[in-house]
């Protein structure tokens, strides 16, 4: 017969370990947490590599030294993540071309000035657009990059530097410093941390049969009454209520098939939120040929195509001596890399260096390429809403189904894409069920007094 539980999450990223924090911490202690992977953390996940711990997922807390604290800034000083500040705002001065040559920095300035006006440009025609659609087709289109720096400062203004366009409320609300994960322990310590309030555990190990990991849900049948869930391996658990906090991406991808359907309104809402692919490329090597310094922790590299191996960082200031250079690629170029081997990827990685600081450097000892898009259990790695949304958009995204919620990064407006946004909309989506519940008791108890 079906295990029953009063409520079932399914998924224990931050988003859905910080719901099931919330429903614990209330009295809601009859909790099932179903985890599709064999550990907890989700996008949040540190791997050994070339002898320290490098983050395949999230790396940094984002938004620091504002007027608000960042809650996971607090979560990591409570505690005690080592953390180290990161500023890639000097990558533009950074800027190599394909013989090797930094470009000046007054060129680099004044390319990154006319990229960020033209976008700035762009948006603002965007936002008439959405207004008047016949105002937009009478003036000119903003120049789009053609030069290899052009593109180079294109992809980055575009993929990591949105902040210089348009405001974006984690700046504005926890304020501008980065701070990247250093810590062997990695950025899931601060879930563990946080499971370990109100999760059984014994020897930093998790034991609590309330949390079951390599469960994956594949059927959710819904009902006035109840929820039944049916995982791969053919297990059956019933529910009062369920939070899904998957992932987007996972959402659109019909992992789960859902019965009835989910409604209209809500398919249309999932289909329509665009999935970013990130990647973070990790290469070791025998001894460093890149430089280091204040102001030289990232660097970038121009080349004809956008977006091709652009985004370069040492990890000299995280790990000094771990010899180790990192290389972001998004979308395309992310799901092409995905797709082929691991030592294509090398070859293609070890070119571009080689163009940039010689032929004679060391070749790469290893290679670490994660694959978030072919992931079945992630299809992506952040959700990223059109600039211009309707904000009927992730209300329609977070919106319960009768006895399912709805949680994940993707549900909070103000922080989509973040840890803090996965965090808080865990928080928001438990206490939204514990109002539920609590209205659901007050039901119940003026029906026993009215018998
Ligand atoms: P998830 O962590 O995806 O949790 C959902 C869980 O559901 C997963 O554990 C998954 O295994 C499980 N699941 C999926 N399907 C099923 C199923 N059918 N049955 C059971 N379980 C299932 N944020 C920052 O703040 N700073 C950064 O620097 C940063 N960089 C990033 C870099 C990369 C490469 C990636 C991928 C993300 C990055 N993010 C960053 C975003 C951040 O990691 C996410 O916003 C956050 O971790 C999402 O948490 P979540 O709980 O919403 O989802």
Known sequence: SPVRSNVIIVGAGISGISAAKVLAENGVDDILILEAADRIGGRIRKEEFGGVSVELGAGWIAGVGGKECNPVWELARSSGLRTCFSDYSNARYNIYDRSGKIFPSGIAADSYKKAVDSAMEKLKKEEVNNHD??????????????????LAIDFILHDFEMAEVEPISTYVDFGEREFLVADERGYEHLLHKMAETFLLTSEGKIMDNRLKLNKVVRELQHSRNSITLTTEDGCIYEANYVILSVSIGVLQSHLISFRPPLPRWKMEAIEKCDVMVYTKIFLKFPYKFWPCGPGKEFFIYAHER?????????????????????????????????????????????????NMFGTDIPDATDILVPRWWNNRFQCGSYSNYPIYFNHQLVDNIKAPVGRLFFTGEHTSERFNGYVHGGYLAGIDTGEALLEELRKEERKHDSQTFLL
């Open 133 to 150: 659609a016949d105002l937009l087709k009478l003036s000119e289109p903003p120049s789009t990059p053609k030069t290899p720096i052009e």
């Open 306 to 354: 956008r977006g091709y191996y652009t985004f370069w960082q040492h990890m000299e200031n995280a790990y000094p001596g771990s010899n180790i250079l990192v290389v972001t690629l998004t979308n395309g170029e992310s799901k092409r890399v995905e797709a082929q081997s691991d030592q294509e990827t090398l070859k293609e990685a070890m070119d571009v260096l080689r």
